[in-house]
C-alpha cells in the first residue's frame, strides 16, 4: 500500500504541475504585405487559381463563382472587401474555400497560403473595432516567431458579403 500511496501522490502532483492552454490551429495567408490567419476547423480546401465566371449585378468584391468537383462556389476578393489594393495573380494566388455555418461553402482569394501555426488562445490579443476600417474584419493578434499574424473574423466577413 506504502507504494501505490507514493505513486497516486506522484500522479497528484505531475497533473497539478500541468496547463491545459487551449491552442488553435491556423492557417497563415499573406495579403501584400500583412499575414492573416484563419481558423483551420472553416477550411475546406485549398485550389489554385482558376477560371472564375462573372455573375451580374452583385458587390464588387464578389468575382463571380467557381465550380469545385460539381459545386458551385461563390469567390469573393478578400483584397477587395478589406478595401486594399485590387488583386494581382501569380502562381501563389490561392482560392481557399471556407465552410461556413449559415452560408455554406465561399472562396476568397489570397496571395499566398503560407504555413500552418498553432497559437494558445491566451497568446492572442483582442482588437478594438473602428467602424469603417479593414480592422473589423480581424478578431485578434497573434505572435508567432517574431511576426505578427492578424486572426481573421469570418463571422463578420460572412455576415457582410452577401454569399448565400
Known sequence: MDQLSTMNAISLASEEGKTNVETIQ???????????????????NIVRMQSITRV???????????????????????RRKMSLADDE???????????????????????EVKEVVTLAVDEIDKVQHKNGEAVNFVSGVGKHENELISILDLGTLASEDGAQ
Do not use: C, H, W
Open 26 to 44: 491556423y492557417i497563415v495567408i499573406r495579403l501584400g504585405d500583412e499575414q492573416f490567419g484563419i481558423d483551420i476547423k472553416y477550411i475546406d
Open 89 to 111: 495573380f501569380t502562381k501563389a494566388t490561392r482560392i481557399i474555400i471556407l465552410k461556413l455555418e449559415n452560408q455554406g461553402n465561399v472562396g476568397v482569394i489570397v496571395d
Open 56 to 78: 451580374p449585378k452583385v458587390q464588387d468584391y464578389l468575382l463571380g463563382v467557381i465550380n469545385l468537383r460539381g459545386e458551385v462556389i461563390p469567390v469573393m476578393s478578400l
